[in-house]
């Protein structure tokens, strides 16, 4: 490790806290040394985000420093896991202070108000990409997967979906607004982290939102083997979606957008979402229920059924 990248990692990274699961080693040495406590297993998920590509040019650094912790807490949350460590490796054109400052202050926002602990860090010269490795913690053998969805099973997803999609329309002509419902589900979107830990002991399957919910409602039909039907009434979008969906002339448009870090989740038969210690019943909608046959079929209000297999195509089958 270079002075320089040390002189980094030290001025803007290095926040010492009692809160959460401390390392036993953490930035500084060849590696970080950690605990993992007795009848805890470890959840493991890395992401790189490129400017470009995942995050637009010249965003705010520090909403970006928030987004892409809260991009990867989402992963957690989707796990039921609690956040405990996290590393980041920073790759950019030239060493700014001023954008590492502003970075370093959204980052730690959010990562304290997870007690979450930054063990390592990284810096190098190049396009502008950051990369975390976030590590959550889990009772034994016990986890949220896709795979566990079963027939008759009813489907949740939290928040409204396709906000953060507009909202990337927004910000990609220019808009910064947060007080936009949706320029701020995009630029500064929520984790469920909470949920996923509430819902730890009573789903049979969970993932989050991070490319559309038809994609990643059709990866747990996949995983588990299993169908569903969506009442399209049932979806919960805003007012501005809604009349986007309008504009376009597209009303299945909220199930092919991405960025919307929400749970979709699926709970069984007949299990009440009111009765769960812990959950705040409004942040839930269900949307439909898990069937044999295989497919993700849309019942729209005419009584047209859709079938959505894949992200970003559709097709009516009637
Ligand atoms: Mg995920």
Known sequence: ???????IIKEFFTVESADGFPPVVGVGDDCAILDVPANKQLAVSADTLVEGVHFLPNSNPELLGQKVLAVNLSDLAAMGATPAWVSLAITMPAIDKAWLSSFSKGFFSLANKHQLHLIGGDTTRGPLSITINIMGLLPTKKRLLRSGAQVGDQIF????????????????SGGTDLSDADISAYLNPISRVDLGQCLLNVATSCIDISDGLSADLNHILK?????????????????????????????????????????CFTLPKNMRIDALDGLTPDCVTKIGEIEEVIGLR???PDGKQVELNKGFDHFYVD
């Not at 490790?1 to 002189?7: D, K, N, Y």
């Not at 939290?158 to 329309?169: N, P, R, T, V, Y």
């Open 1 to 7: 490790m270079s002075t320089s990248e040390f002189s």
């Open 157 to 172: 997803v939290s928040g409204s979906i396709g906000s953060a999609g507009l909202g990337l329309k927004k910000a990609s």
């Open 223 to 263: 995983a588990s083997g299993v169908g569903a039907t969506l009442i399209h009434e049932k979806l919960p979008v805003t007012m501005s979606v809604r009349n986007h969906c309008k504009e376009i002339d597209d009303e299945l448009w909220p199930y092919a957008t991405g960025d919307d870090y929400e749970l």
């Open 298 to 300: 849309i019942k729209m």
